[in-house]
Nanobody, 124 residues
Framework: QVQLVESGGGLVQFGGSLRLSCAVAGRTFRRYVMGWFRQAPGKGREFVAAISYSASSTSYADSVKGRFTISRDNAKNTVNLQMNSLKFEDTAVYYC?????????????????WGQGTQVTVSS
């Protein structure tokens, strides 16, 4: 059984930083593309970032480019999202997800497994 468990969410001030982690169990982690999505209250799920098997390729939503960095540690079966210069509009529940193939990255229906989400709230 595949399990994805996010951690690291919380309350952070505007302009601050936060690092999210997602631990994956039950799969050969290094074979899969990992992505981060988020969902703000009253809105649909939004693509944030994705990273290829070997971490040689990454993709970011325009809204986070230059502020967020996705990384992975295949030895520890984890994927991380370093979030800097946080804005109020970054407030959301953040989800990690897993898929096959480095394509269709921004489409949530392309992903096979999802974590339960972790809340990120940016305050003044």
């Amino acid at each position: 059984q595949v399990q994805l468990v996010e951690s690291g969410g919380g309350l952070v001030q505007f302009g601050g930083s936060l690092r999210l982690s997602c631990a994956v169990a039950g799969r050969t982690f290094r074979r899969y593309v990992m992505g981060w999505f988020r969902q703000a209250p009253g809105k649909g799920r939004e693509f944030v970032a994705a990273i290829s098997y070997s971490a040689s390729s990454t993709s970011y939503a325009d809204s986070v480019k230059g502020r967020f960095t996705i990384s992975r540690d295949n030895a520890k079966n984890t994927v991380n999202l370093q979030m800097n210069s946080l804005k109020f509009e970054d407030t959301a529940v953040y989800y990690c997800a897993e898929k096959q193939g480095f394509y269709g990255l921004s489409s949530d229906y392309e992903y096979d497994y999802w974590g339960q989400g972790t809340q990120v709230t940016v305050s003044s």
